[in-house]
């Protein structure tokens, strides 16, 4: 990513609310599988900065959950990603670079369980 991405994603860190969101929830994790382009996208871009941020075991933990897909979130997500990255991110973090996404989605769009996470690309 080159200066203005990384201007970018500082901006965007520096501006955001901070959302009350449980990362490890069903809901939650539902709602990452729905909006998966753009989390990945956002968290891409963010990726220089939030690993500024993160402890040795995280930044560790982060590094394997990325390395099958080059160190960058991956275009097809694995639950165990999903699962995971609560743990290799902190929520605050999290909060700050997606959770306008995924905040707006546990608001306003009531996923049933009847309703299938659209298809994981590959």
């Known amino acids: 990513m080159g200066f203005l991405g990384t201007l970018s994603a500082a901006v965007s860190i ?4 901070n959302y ?3 990362w490890e929830s069903e809901a939650t994790v539902k709602a990452t599988k729905f909006h998966w382009d753009q989390v990945r996208s956002k968290a891409n871009d963010a990726l220089p900065l939030a690993s500024l941020r993160l402890t040795k075991e995280q ?6 959950l990325l390395k099958p897909s080059g160190g960058e979130f991956p275009e097809k997500y694995t639950d165990e990603l999903l699962r995971q990255l609560p743990k290799a991110i902190p929520p605050a973090s999290l909060n700050r670079i997606v959770g306008s996404i995924i ?3 546990l608001k306003n769009h009531k996923h049933d ?3 299938k996470v659209p298809e994981n690309k590959a």
């Open 20 to 22: 009350d969101i449980d």
């Open 103 to 105: 905040n707006d989605c």
């Open 14 to 17: 520096a501006t955001s609310e």
């Open 59 to 64: 930044k560790a933990l982060l590094d394997e």
């Open 113 to 115: 369980e009847d309703d």
